[in-house]
């Protein structure tokens, strides 16, 4: 069972360069999220989903965009890179995203920087 | 709007000293407390969850709801407990859906 799964594991990027981060989930869950963690700041919400179709914005969603045209797949695009946006970005999942006792599914994470 | 607190960023210990991981949170509802935990080189993963009112790796946590509080408790501390644990909140947004809002992290060094 491989859970999500996120590529690239990690990826040095020009600024003002255009990336996508992918992130598939063979667990059906209907919720999914893209989270960035950075020292000191923690783990910060950039986009989510709750089902398929739909998307929403998090605490930090400037500069990143989202689709979700099926259950398996959360691509989150940089449409042009910045160094701010050096990170390690995390996908995670929930059951139903709507439980709020609902634990988190994570990925193995992308360590992004741009230079 | 909900909030969690890791006053922490690192925390050291001796192996088999008690370990105490603070957390406190604002939520204006009943909130879900958990902790996650991330080891080297792994993805994060869930710890516990206080619903569940279980011990894990010899880890609990209470809530107390009247100081805001969910602290990682641990009697003894053993040198694979290294790593960084996340407090995380899990509430609901203005559309009815989960919400999780995590702390900033406390690194936890057991140091042999």
Not at chain 1, 7 to 22: C, D, E, F, K, N
Not at chain 2, 32 to 42: D, H, I, M, N, P
Request: glycine share 8%.
């Amino acid at each position: 069972i491989a859970g999500i799964t996120q590529a690239p594991t990690s990826q040095i990027l020009a600024a003002g360069r255009r990336m996508t981060l992918r992130c598939t989930q063979d667990m059906r869950h209907n919720a999914m999220y893209w989270y960035r963690q950075d020292l000191g700041l923690g783990l910060r919400l950039i986009h989510y989903s709750n089902t398929a179709g739909t998307t929403g914005k998090g605490e930090v969603p400037d500069g990143y965009s989202v689709s979700r045209a099926n259950t398996d797949d959360f691509p989150l695009t940089l449409a042009s890179a910045v160094p701010s946006q050096t990170s390690v970005y995390f996908c995670a999942s929930s059951e139903t995203g709507v439980r709020t006792n609902e634990k988190l599914f994570f990925g193995s994470g992308t360590q992004l920087s741009v230079l | 709007a909900q909030r969690v607190t890791q006053p922490e960023k690192l925390l050291s210990v001796f192996k088999g000293a008690p370990v105490e991981l603070k957390c406190n949170y604002s939520y204006s509802g009943s909130p879900e407390l958990f902790w996650y935990v991330q080891y080297s080189r792994q993805r994060l993963q869930l710890l516990l969850r206080h619903i569940s009112r279980e011990s894990i790796k010899g880890f609990t946590a209470d809530l107390n709801k009247g100081e805001t509080s969910f602290h990682l408790k641990k009697p003894f501390a053993q040198e694979e407990d290294s790593a960084m644990y996340y407090c995380a909140l899990s509430g609901s947004n203005s559309g009815g859906y989960q919400k999780v809002t995590f702390g900033t992290g406390t690194k936890l060094q057991v140091i042999p």
